[in-house]
Protein backbone atom coordinates (compact mmCIF):
# COMPACT_ATOMS: atom_id res chain seq x y z
CA UNK A 1 0.00 0.00 0.00
CA UNK A 2 1.18 3.38 -1.08
CA UNK A 3 2.39 5.59 1.98
CA UNK A 4 -0.98 7.88 2.66
CA UNK A 5 -2.84 9.76 5.40
CA UNK A 6 -6.69 9.66 4.70
CA UNK A 7 -8.34 11.32 8.06
CA UNK A 8 -8.15 12.32 11.48
CA UNK A 9 -9.87 9.16 13.49
CA UNK A 10 -12.94 8.92 15.53
CA UNK A 11 -13.29 6.84 18.36
CA UNK A 12 -17.46 5.69 19.66
CA UNK A 13 -20.62 7.04 19.75
CA UNK A 14 -20.07 9.26 22.24
CA UNK A 15 -17.19 10.89 20.70
CA UNK A 16 -19.06 11.10 17.17
CA UNK A 17 -21.65 13.12 18.53
CA UNK A 18 -19.02 15.14 20.32
CA UNK A 19 -17.92 16.34 16.90
CA UNK A 20 -21.61 17.37 15.42
CA UNK A 21 -22.34 13.70 14.35
CA UNK A 22 -25.67 11.73 15.75
CA UNK A 23 -27.25 8.36 15.96
CA UNK A 24 -31.24 8.39 14.56
CA UNK A 25 -33.22 4.93 14.50
CA UNK A 26 -34.32 4.65 10.90
CA UNK A 27 -36.36 1.79 11.58
CA UNK A 28 -37.07 -0.43 14.48
CA UNK A 29 -38.74 -4.07 15.19
CA UNK A 30 -36.37 -6.38 13.77
CA UNK A 31 -34.29 -9.49 15.06
CA UNK A 32 -31.03 -9.65 14.66
CA UNK A 33 -30.98 -7.69 11.71
CA UNK A 34 -27.20 -8.56 9.77
CA UNK A 35 -26.64 -7.11 6.27
CA UNK A 36 -28.40 -4.05 4.28
CA UNK A 37 -28.85 -3.76 0.86
CA UNK A 38 -29.58 -0.41 -0.73
CA UNK A 39 -32.03 -0.70 -3.70
CA UNK A 40 -31.65 1.98 -6.49
CA UNK A 41 -34.49 4.81 -6.36
CA UNK A 42 -34.26 3.92 -2.32
CA UNK A 43 -35.49 1.73 0.14
CA UNK A 44 -32.95 -1.18 1.39
CA UNK A 45 -32.93 -4.81 1.93
CA UNK A 46 -32.39 -6.10 5.51
CA UNK A 47 -31.54 -9.24 6.51
CA UNK A 48 -32.82 -10.92 9.82
CA UNK A 49 -30.19 -13.78 10.64
CA UNK A 50 -33.58 -16.02 12.05
CA UNK A 51 -34.04 -16.37 8.09
CA UNK A 52 -35.79 -13.02 6.60
CA UNK A 53 -35.27 -10.39 4.61
CA UNK A 54 -37.31 -7.46 5.05
CA UNK A 55 -37.94 -4.63 2.53
CA UNK A 56 -38.14 -1.68 3.91
CA UNK A 57 -39.43 1.52 1.97
CA UNK A 58 -41.25 4.87 2.11
CA UNK A 59 -41.05 4.23 5.56
CA UNK A 60 -42.97 0.76 5.57
CA UNK A 61 -41.21 -2.71 6.59
CA UNK A 62 -42.30 -5.74 4.93
CA UNK A 63 -41.27 -9.17 4.77
CA UNK A 64 -39.46 -9.69 0.90
CA UNK A 65 -38.74 -13.38 1.41
CA UNK A 66 -38.71 -15.90 4.27
CA UNK A 67 -35.84 -18.81 3.81
CA UNK A 68 -35.29 -22.00 6.10
CA UNK A 69 -31.87 -21.65 8.27
CA UNK A 70 -30.09 -22.95 10.47
CA UNK A 71 -29.96 -20.12 13.07
CA UNK A 72 -27.87 -21.17 16.48
CA UNK A 73 -24.88 -18.59 17.45
CA UNK A 74 -23.55 -16.79 14.41
CA UNK A 75 -25.23 -18.42 11.89
CA UNK A 76 -28.54 -18.31 9.92
CA UNK A 77 -28.98 -15.92 7.36
CA UNK A 78 -26.13 -13.09 7.14
CA UNK A 79 -24.87 -11.26 4.27
CA UNK A 80 -27.06 -9.59 1.49
CA UNK A 81 -25.88 -8.53 -2.08
CA UNK A 82 -27.12 -6.99 -5.26
CA UNK A 83 -26.88 -8.00 -8.60
CA UNK A 84 -23.64 -4.90 -10.07
CA UNK A 85 -26.30 -5.01 -13.08
CA UNK A 86 -29.13 -4.40 -10.62
CA UNK A 87 -32.02 -4.28 -11.49
CA UNK A 88 -31.69 -5.16 -15.26
CA UNK A 89 -30.52 -8.22 -13.77
CA UNK A 90 -32.85 -8.73 -11.65
CA UNK A 91 -31.19 -11.00 -8.23
CA UNK A 92 -30.65 -10.97 -4.44
CA UNK A 93 -27.76 -12.98 -3.34
CA UNK A 94 -27.49 -14.42 0.19
CA UNK A 95 -25.67 -16.02 2.40
CA UNK A 96 -27.23 -18.49 4.52
CA UNK A 97 -26.41 -21.83 6.92
CA UNK A 98 -28.83 -24.56 6.00
CA UNK A 99 -29.50 -27.59 8.00
CA UNK A 100 -31.50 -30.19 5.51
CA UNK A 101 -29.14 -32.27 3.73
CA UNK A 102 -26.35 -31.90 6.16
CA UNK A 103 -25.52 -28.60 8.10
CA UNK A 104 -23.53 -26.16 5.72
CA UNK A 105 -22.97 -22.70 4.46
CA UNK A 106 -24.31 -21.74 1.19
CA UNK A 107 -24.77 -18.52 -1.12
CA UNK A 108 -27.91 -18.94 -2.56
CA UNK A 109 -29.63 -16.04 -5.11
CA UNK A 110 -33.13 -14.56 -5.24
CA UNK A 111 -35.06 -13.24 -8.11
CA UNK A 112 -35.70 -9.73 -7.18
CA UNK A 113 -40.27 -9.41 -8.09
CA UNK A 114 -40.52 -6.08 -6.69
CA UNK A 115 -41.88 -6.39 -3.28
CA UNK A 116 -40.79 -9.76 -2.60
CA UNK A 117 -38.22 -12.23 -3.50
CA UNK A 118 -38.12 -15.90 -4.46
CA UNK A 119 -35.41 -18.36 -4.23
CA UNK A 120 -34.09 -18.79 -7.24
CA UNK A 121 -30.96 -21.45 -6.91
CA UNK A 122 -27.66 -22.81 -4.72
CA UNK A 123 -25.03 -21.11 -6.46
CA UNK A 124 -22.48 -22.30 -4.04
CA UNK A 125 -22.60 -25.43 -1.50
CA UNK A 126 -20.53 -26.77 0.87
CA UNK A 127 -19.34 -24.09 2.94
CA UNK A 128 -18.19 -25.56 6.65
CA UNK A 129 -20.55 -25.01 9.14
CA UNK A 130 -20.93 -26.51 12.99
CA UNK A 131 -23.91 -27.35 15.07
CA UNK A 132 -22.28 -24.97 17.81
CA UNK A 133 -22.92 -22.04 15.09
CA UNK A 134 -19.99 -20.17 15.64
CA UNK A 135 -17.44 -18.93 13.02
CA UNK A 136 -19.91 -18.49 9.80
CA UNK A 137 -17.86 -15.79 8.29
CA UNK A 138 -20.92 -14.82 6.37
CA UNK A 139 -20.24 -11.09 4.50
CA UNK A 140 -20.84 -11.18 0.94
CA UNK A 141 -20.21 -8.41 -1.73
CA UNK A 142 -19.66 -7.48 -5.23
CA UNK A 143 -16.43 -5.83 -6.13
CA UNK A 144 -15.17 -2.96 -8.63
CA UNK A 145 -14.51 -5.92 -10.91
CA UNK A 146 -18.23 -7.16 -10.88
CA UNK A 147 -17.19 -10.19 -9.40
CA UNK A 148 -18.71 -11.39 -5.89
CA UNK A 149 -16.49 -11.84 -2.78
CA UNK A 150 -17.56 -14.04 0.17
CA UNK A 151 -16.07 -14.78 3.71
CA UNK A 152 -15.80 -18.11 5.68
CA UNK A 153 -15.11 -18.93 8.68
CA UNK A 154 -12.71 -21.88 10.01
CA UNK A 155 -16.53 -22.99 12.28
CA UNK A 156 -13.63 -23.32 15.38
CA UNK A 157 -11.34 -26.16 13.53
CA UNK A 158 -8.58 -23.97 13.07
CA UNK A 159 -6.55 -25.67 10.27
CA UNK A 160 -9.79 -25.10 7.76
CA UNK A 161 -8.21 -22.14 7.19
CA UNK A 162 -5.24 -23.25 5.88
CA UNK A 163 -6.11 -25.95 4.01
CA UNK A 164 -6.52 -25.11 0.58
CA UNK A 165 -9.22 -27.99 0.16
CA UNK A 166 -11.39 -26.63 2.06
CA UNK A 167 -13.60 -23.00 2.17
CA UNK A 168 -13.79 -22.41 5.53
CA UNK A 169 -11.21 -19.51 6.76
CA UNK A 170 -10.98 -17.96 3.58
CA UNK A 171 -12.27 -15.09 1.41
CA UNK A 172 -13.79 -16.67 -1.97
CA UNK A 173 -14.58 -14.52 -5.51
CA UNK A 174 -17.25 -15.74 -7.48
CA UNK A 175 -19.10 -14.87 -10.86
CA UNK A 176 -22.43 -13.67 -10.42
CA UNK A 177 -23.16 -17.26 -12.05
CA UNK A 178 -21.56 -18.86 -8.97
CA UNK A 179 -18.41 -19.79 -11.20
CA UNK A 180 -14.56 -19.69 -10.01
CA UNK A 181 -13.88 -16.50 -11.20
CA UNK A 182 -11.18 -15.68 -13.64
CA UNK A 183 -7.64 -14.88 -12.22
CA UNK A 184 -8.24 -16.74 -9.06
CA UNK A 185 -5.04 -17.47 -7.66
CA UNK A 186 -5.44 -21.07 -6.95
CA UNK A 187 -7.14 -21.54 -10.28
CA UNK A 188 -5.79 -25.21 -12.07
CA UNK A 189 -3.62 -26.25 -8.36
CA UNK A 190 -3.80 -29.75 -7.56
CA UNK A 191 -6.23 -30.31 -4.37
CA UNK A 192 -6.83 -26.83 -4.03
CA UNK A 193 -10.54 -25.08 -4.13
CA UNK A 194 -10.75 -23.07 -7.12
CA UNK A 195 -12.82 -20.20 -5.82
CA UNK A 196 -10.29 -19.42 -2.86
CA UNK A 197 -8.91 -15.73 -3.03
CA UNK A 198 -6.92 -15.83 0.22
CA UNK A 199 -7.16 -17.58 3.31
CA UNK A 200 -5.76 -17.38 6.66
CA UNK A 201 -8.69 -16.22 8.03
CA UNK A 202 -10.38 -16.48 11.52
CA UNK A 203 -14.42 -15.17 11.08
CA UNK A 204 -13.90 -12.45 9.10
CA UNK A 205 -16.75 -10.35 9.04
CA UNK A 206 -16.82 -7.14 7.11
CA UNK A 207 -15.62 -6.04 3.02
CA UNK A 208 -15.17 -2.65 2.23
CA UNK A 209 -12.68 -1.65 -1.34
CA UNK A 210 -10.81 2.23 -1.16
CA UNK A 211 -12.67 4.25 -3.70
CA UNK A 212 -9.72 5.64 -5.07
CA UNK A 213 -6.97 2.55 -4.90
CA UNK A 214 -9.43 -0.08 -5.16
CA UNK A 215 -7.81 -1.78 -2.74
CA UNK A 216 -9.74 -4.67 -0.56
CA UNK A 217 -10.11 -4.35 3.47
CA UNK A 218 -11.53 -6.91 5.65
CA UNK A 219 -12.18 -6.70 9.28
CA UNK A 220 -11.89 -10.18 11.23
CA UNK A 221 -12.42 -11.53 14.50
CA UNK A 222 -9.23 -12.73 16.75
CA UNK A 223 -8.58 -14.95 19.30
CA UNK A 224 -10.20 -12.84 21.84
CA UNK A 225 -11.09 -14.53 25.36
CA UNK A 226 -9.85 -17.90 24.19
CA UNK A 227 -6.41 -17.31 25.44
CA UNK A 228 -6.17 -13.95 27.20
CA UNK A 229 -5.50 -11.62 24.37
CA UNK A 230 -7.64 -10.11 21.66
CA UNK A 231 -5.93 -8.67 18.26
CA UNK A 232 -9.28 -8.67 15.79
CA UNK A 233 -8.11 -7.18 12.92
CA UNK A 234 -8.15 -4.85 9.89
CA UNK A 235 -6.39 -6.50 6.88
CA UNK A 236 -5.54 -5.44 3.12
CA UNK A 237 -5.95 -8.58 1.20
CA UNK A 238 -4.71 -9.17 -1.66
CA UNK A 239 -5.03 -12.32 -4.19
CA UNK A 240 -3.58 -15.79 -3.12
CA UNK A 241 -2.57 -13.99 0.11
CA UNK A 242 -1.85 -15.93 3.79
CA UNK A 243 -3.20 -14.33 6.70
CA UNK A 244 -1.93 -16.79 9.13
CA UNK A 245 -4.61 -17.56 11.44
CA UNK A 246 -3.71 -20.22 13.54
CA UNK A 247 -0.05 -20.12 12.97
CA UNK A 248 0.26 -16.27 13.49
CA UNK A 249 -1.71 -14.05 15.22
CA UNK A 250 -1.18 -10.14 15.01
CA UNK A 251 2.06 -8.98 13.16
CA UNK A 252 4.20 -12.38 13.22
CA UNK A 253 7.15 -11.18 11.14
CA UNK A 254 6.97 -14.09 9.08
CA UNK A 255 7.48 -13.34 5.38
CA UNK A 256 5.33 -16.36 4.55
CA UNK A 257 1.91 -14.60 5.99
CA UNK A 258 0.90 -10.65 5.70
CA UNK A 259 0.58 -8.71 8.60
CA UNK A 260 -2.60 -6.79 10.06
CA UNK A 261 -3.10 -3.41 8.84
CA UNK A 262 -4.31 -2.78 12.38
CA UNK A 263 -4.94 -4.97 15.29
CA UNK A 264 -6.77 -4.79 18.79
CA UNK A 265 -4.02 -5.86 21.05
CA UNK A 266 -7.13 -6.02 23.64
CA UNK A 267 -9.46 -7.23 21.43
CA UNK A 268 -12.31 -5.17 19.65
CA UNK A 269 -14.99 -7.63 17.55
CA UNK A 270 -15.64 -5.99 14.63
CA UNK A 271 -18.54 -6.23 12.41
CA UNK A 272 -18.95 -4.82 8.46
CA UNK A 273 -16.80 -1.84 7.51
CA UNK A 274 -17.59 0.67 4.76
CA UNK A 275 -15.56 3.81 3.36
CA UNK A 276 -17.63 6.93 3.71
CA UNK A 277 -16.70 10.33 2.62
CA UNK A 278 -13.48 9.84 2.35
CA UNK A 279 -13.12 7.90 5.70
CA UNK A 280 -13.03 3.92 7.07
CA UNK A 281 -15.25 3.48 9.55
CA UNK A 282 -15.77 0.06 11.23
CA UNK A 283 -18.97 -0.96 13.61
CA UNK A 284 -18.37 -2.66 16.61
CA UNK A 285 -20.11 -5.33 17.74
CA UNK A 286 -19.56 -4.90 21.70
CA UNK A 287 -19.88 -1.61 23.33
CA UNK A 288 -21.91 -0.09 20.26
CA UNK A 289 -19.24 1.80 19.16
CA UNK A 290 -18.45 3.26 15.86
CA UNK A 291 -14.72 3.93 14.43
CA UNK A 292 -12.83 5.90 12.01
CA UNK A 293 -9.46 4.29 11.22
CA UNK A 294 -6.58 6.41 10.33
CA UNK A 295 -4.87 4.96 7.50
CA UNK A 296 -1.13 6.16 7.40
CA UNK A 297 1.82 3.82 5.56
CA UNK A 298 1.77 0.21 6.00
CA UNK A 299 -0.24 0.92 9.05
CA UNK A 300 -3.77 2.02 10.52
CA UNK A 301 -4.29 3.58 13.49
CA UNK A 302 -6.89 5.64 15.97
CA UNK A 303 -6.95 8.50 16.90
Not at 76 to 87: D, I, N, S, V
Not at 121 to 140: F, Y
Not at 278 to 298: I, K
Amino acid sequence: MSRRRLLAGLLGLRLSRAQGLRAEEVVGALEVPWALAFLPGGGMLISERPGRIRLFRGGRLSTYAELPVYARGESGLLGLALHPRFPEAPYVYAYRTVEAGGLRNQVVRLRHLGERGVLERVILDGIPARPHGLHSGGRIAFGPDGMLYVTTGEVYERELAQDLASLGGKVLRLTPEGEPAPGNPFLGQKGARPEIYSLGHRNPQGLAWHPVTGELFLSEHGPSGEQGYGHDEVNVVVPGGNYGWPRVVGRGNDPRYRDPLYFWPQGFPPGNLAFFRGGLYLAGLRGEALLRLDLEGERGRLL
